[in-house]
């Protein structure tokens, strides 16, 4: 499987922010663009469009002459797939018949995801980005040509962009993600960033989508405020992090700094919600319940089967604590923290009648791990810096709401009351089906050596006229 990704519930946004005034002291520009010359960062501003329902895309060119197509932006997945064939919920697709440059290399590719899958077959051909770094680059492409619950009703994209490292690539990592190629190809830094514009805005209008930034070949310091926080990326496949703490409120969650990273942690700009372990999620929820001013909610609003209603105008933020996440700052014995307000994870939905606001809840269980989903991201500036093996957060400039900021960020605070490792024991992928294969060869011997003891027995009390198969015993049991 690769990257879990949106629930992609239909929703439409309102309270359209102003888009912000991109000011500059006198060096900004000279910031924001690399000496290259490749990439001008203020270009890719507002290159995204979408929400955290139906994902964020990217407008891209595929082929000669271009086709172009939206893209889903991925990072919990490594590769790049366009639809390429007629499907009902799609306006268009990619026809590889009219691209002078498309090469099929013949190989099928098929990935699952934690909703949804499709397969069809690798090729490759050239890919430009309006809005993205100059130039144009020549990538693999998984032509989709079936599938399954992926392509949803009212989303506006045609295709997705793994942003994850080679381990996640199918059918193997041999297949170079689509970053690989565009850092190679145009000698861009090896590092993009994502300001997700989303945050705290209702889900129950018809604006246009609010957008947001992928920024390849850096970070644009006019989305975002105060300074970046850095995490170390634990390992590389997906963007894998390291929790060390949970706090509800001011109340610390107390369990096992590993149940935080059971089975891993990971970053994941395709998965809508904020997904947590099941403990962990029990955890949060009864200490959601016990801090707040609503002991009495149906089960049915915490396990996202229901929504909660409140009359129009009165917003139930008041009644919801705070959510911290500690996560294990580049210096390994200090922490950092981000947090998100009610704002964030009480979602508002579409209403069903005039008279009420309804809510659901942006935080679900897991059973393949912590997720920082689009929730969590949508209030922060994420920095994905691969040449530092490092993740960084800073405040997001558009996760604000009536003018109070949706999102904060704190620290350093002292990680000594912690493991030294808290995703220790986690096994990955590939370790795993050594492991299982490894275990299949041990009772492969032990049952070899079983029978061969068993039967060996046999033969010799057999020569010696003693008890065969054909014994008084079988015998009277058919009978």
Same mark, same amino acid.
């Given at each position: 499987?690769?990257?879990?990704?949106?629930?992609?519930?239909?929703?439409?946004?309102?309270?359209? !922010?102003?888009?912000?005034?991109?000011?500059?002291?006198?060096?900004?520009?000279?910031?924001?663009?690399?000496?290259?010359?490749?990439?001008?960062?203020?270009?890719?501003? /507002?290159?995204?469009?979408?929400?955290?329902?139906?994902?964020?895309?990217?407008?891209?060119?595929?082929?000669?002459?271009?086709?172009?197509?939206?893209?889903?932006?991925?990072?919990?997945? $490594? /590769?790049?797939?366009?639809?390429?064939?007629?499907?009902?919920?799609?306006?268009?697709?990619?026809?590889?018949?009219?691209?002078?440059?498309?090469?099929?290399?013949?190989?099928? #590719?098929?990935?699952?995801?934690?909703?949804?899958?499709?397969?069809?077959?690798?090729?490759?051909?050239?890919? $430009?980005?309006?809005?993205?770094?100059?130039?144009?680059?020549?990538?693999?492409?998984?032509?989709?040509? %079936?599938?399954?619950?992926?392509?949803?009703?009212?989303?506006?994209?045609?295709?997705? !962009?793994?942003?994850?490292?080679?381990?996640?690539?199918?059918?193997?990592?041999?297949?170079?993600?689509?970053?690989?190629?565009?850092?190679?190809?145009?000698?861009?830094?090896?590092?993009?960033?994502?300001?997700?514009?989303?945050?705290?805005?209702?889900?129950?209008?018809?604006?246009?989508?609010?957008?947001?930034?992928?920024?390849?070949?850096?970070?644009?310091?006019?989305? =975002?405020?105060?300074?970046?926080?850095?995490?170390?990326?634990?390992?590389?496949? =997906?963007?894998? #992090?390291?929790?060390?703490?949970?706090?509800?409120?001011?109340?610390?969650?107390?369990?096992?700094?590993?149940?935080?990273?059971?089975?891993?942690?990971?970053?994941?700009?395709?998965?809508?919600?904020?997904?947590?372990?099941?403990?962990?999620?029990?955890?949060?929820?009864?200490?959601?319940?016990?801090?707040?001013?609503?002991?009495?909610?149906?089960?049915?609003?915490?396990?996202?089967?229901?929504?909660?209603?409140?009359?129009?105008?009165?917003?139930?933020?008041?009644?919801?604590?705070?959510? $911290?996440?500690?996560?294990?700052?580049?210096?390994?014995?200090? %922490?950092?923290?981000?947090?998100?307000?009610?704002?964030?994870?009480?979602?508002?939905?579409?209403?069903?009648?005039?008279?009420?606001?309804?809510?659901?809840?942006?935080?679900?269980?897991?059973?393949?791990?912590?997720?920082?989903?689009?929730?969590?991201?949508?209030?922060?500036?994420?920095?994905? @810096?691969?040449?530092?093996?490092?993740?960084?957060?800073?405040? %997001?400039?558009?996760?604000?709401?009536?003018?109070?900021? &949706?999102?904060?960020?704190?620290?350093?605070?002292?990680?000594? @009351?912690?493991?030294?490792?808290? $995703?220790?024991?986690?096994?990955?992928?590939?370790?795993?089906?050594?492991?299982?294969?490894?275990?299949?060869?041990?009772?492969? &011997?032990? !049952?070899?050596?079983?029978?061969?003891?068993?039967?060996?027995?046999?033969?010799?009390?057999?020569?010696?006229?003693?008890?065969?198969?054909? %014994?008084?015993?079988?015998?009277?049991?058919?009978?």
């Amino acid at each position: 499987g690769a990257c879990a990704y949106p629930m992609l519930l239909r929703y439409k946004n309102n309270n359209h !922010l102003p888009p912000l005034a991109l000011t500059s002291d006198g060096n900004g520009l000279s910031l924001a663009s690399d000496p290259t010359g490749t990439v001008n960062f203020l270009d890719m501003v /507002n290159n995204l469009q979408g929400d955290s329902g139906r994902g964020y895309y990217i407008e891209m060119s595929i082929g000669t002459p271009g086709q172009k197509l939206n893209i889903l932006v991925d990072t919990g997945s $490594s /590769n790049f797939a366009v639809a390429a064939a007629p499907h009902p919920f799609i306006t268009h697709y990619f026809n590889t018949e009219l691209s002078s440059t498309y090469q099929s290399d013949g190989r099928t #590719v098929a990935v699952r995801y934690t909703q949804g899958n499709w397969e069809g077959e690798l090729g490759i051909d050239r890919v $430009s980005i309006p809005k993205g770094p100059n130039g144009t680059i020549i990538i693999n492409i998984a032509a989709i040509l %079936s599938s399954d619950s992926f392509f949803l009703p009212g989303v506006n994209w045609q295709g997705i !962009l793994g942003l994850a490292y080679p381990m996640l690539a199918r059918p193997d990592k041999s297949v170079e993600p689509f970053f690989n190629s565009l850092v190679q190809q145009l000698g861009i830094p090896d590092i993009f960033s994502l300001q997700m514009c989303g945050a705290g805005l209702s889900a129950s209008s018809t604006v246009d989508p609010v957008g947001g930034s992928l920024i390849m070949g850096g970070a644009e310091p006019t989305l =975002y405020r105060g300074s970046v926080w850095y995490t170390p990326i634990v390992e590389e496949w =997906y963007y894998q #992090v390291e929790v060390l703490k949970l706090e509800v409120g001011d109340q610390n969650l107390d369990l096992d700094c590993r149940e935080y990273n059971m089975d891993k942690a990971i970053v994941d700009s395709g998965t809508t919600l904020l997904r947590l372990p099941v403990n962990v999620f029990n955890a949060v929820v009864e200490a959601i319940t016990r801090s707040s001013l609503i002991q009495d909610f149906s089960s049915g609003f915490w396990d996202g089967t229901k929504v909660a209603c409140w009359m129009k105008g009165e917003t139930p933020w008041r009644f919801f604590p705070k959510l $911290s996440i500690y996560l294990r700052a580049t210096n390994t014995s200090q %922490s950092f923290r981000i947090t998100i307000l009610p704002q964030m994870y009480i979602q508002p939905i579409t209403d069903v009648d005039g008279t009420l606001d309804c809510f659901r809840f942006g935080v679900s269980s897991s059973a393949n791990g912590l997720v920082i989903g689009a929730t969590v991201m949508e209030g922060f500036y994420v920095v994905f @810096d691969r040449a530092q093996r490092r993740l960084g957060f800073a405040l %997001s400039s558009c996760a604000v709401s009536g003018g109070v900021a &949706l999102s904060e960020i704190a620290g350093p605070f002292s990680a000594a @009351d912690v493991a030294a490792n808290c $995703s220790g024991g986690m096994l990955k992928e590939p370790l795993l089906w050594v492991i299982s294969y490894a275990l299949m060869a041990v009772c492969a &011997l032990v !049952l070899i050596i079983l029978l061969l003891l068993l039967v060996l027995p046999c033969r010799r009390r057999d020569r010696s006229g003693e008890i065969t198969d054909e %014994s008084s015993l079988v015998r009277h049991r058919i009978k």
